[in-house]
T-cell receptor, first 111, second 114 residues
Framework: KNQVEQNPQSLIILEGKNCTLQ??????????LRWYKQDTGRGPVSLTI?????NTKSNGRYTATLDADTKQSSLHITASQLSDSASYIC??????????FGAGTTVTVRA | DAGVTQSPTHLIKTRGQHVTLRCSPI?????VSWYQQVLGQGPQFIFQ???????GRGNFPDRFSARQFPNYSSELNVNALLLGDSALYLC???FGAGGYNEQFFGPGTRLTVL
């Protein structure tokens, strides 16, 4: 069973709209949580990183939240653009260096 | 400055063959990690090397092996290929081996096993 669950699996939004992606994890001991953006056929690129004590982190139009008590994170995309079409992957680091990846949420932005 | 580079970009092999994938980390990075990403899924951890020593290994059979060279580049070898080995193989480099070190990913090698 995957220890990092993401939902929805995919979503379609209109350009200019906002959306929120969810990530629930069970891995422990928790070190940090990252959100990555992966364009089709390319390697993932880090968007944000949060440690146990951080509950929100922004990177431009991307805002990530973390609730370490409930082991939930979200990624909010504001005013979506066509270039936001990609897979967004939640990655939890545990045992200091081990990474557990979610399956990703595929976002499609339509004009 | 060049990012993480991987070669080849694409590769087609048949069952039973072996394959060697190569990765060059970002200059100054001493840690290299390998991941397997099957279509529609997130990457799965295969190996991490730091300062030429294996630091971690994921749940993959012994057909998978890797090494890191003195210049910190790395090779991933897969023997006796199976159809299920078809995937995108990603290499990531980081300055250190700890979890707070950001991993920078290469573009990947697309392996198809027929």
């Amino acid at each position: 069973k995957n220890q990092v669950e993401q939902n929805p699996q995919s979503l379609i939004i209109l350009e200019g709209k906002n959306c929120t992606l969810q990530c629930n994890y069970t891995v422990s001991p928790f070190s940090n949580l990252r959100w990555y953006k992966q364009d089709t056929g390319r390697g993932p690129v880090s968007l944000t990183i949060m440690t146990f004590s951080e509950n929100t982190k922004s990177n431009g139009r991307y805002t990530a939240t973390l609730d370490a008590d409930t082991k939930q994170s979200s990624l909010h995309i504001t005013a979506s653009q066509l270039s936001d079409s990609a897979s967004y992957i939640c990655v939890v680091t545990f045992n200091d260096y081990k990474l557990s990846f979610g399956a990703g949420t595929t976002v499609t932005v339509r004009a | 400055d060049a990012g993480v580079t991987q070669s080849p970009t694409h590769l087609i092999k048949t069952r039973g063959q072996h394959v060697t994938l190569r990765c060059s980390p970002i200059s100054g990075h001493k840690s290299v990690s390998w991941y397997q990403q099957v279509l529609g899924q997130g990457p799965q951890f295969i190996f991490q090397y730091y300062e030429k020593e294996e630091r971690g290994r994921g749940n993959f059979p012994d057909r998978f092996s890797a090494r890191q060279f003195p210049n910190y580049s790395s090779e991933l070898n897969v023997n006796a290929l199976l159809l299920g080995d078809s995937a995108l193989y990603l290499c990531a480099s980081s300055f250190g081996a700890g979890g707070y070190n950001e991993q920078f990913f290469g573009p990947g090698t697309r392996l198809t096993v027929l």
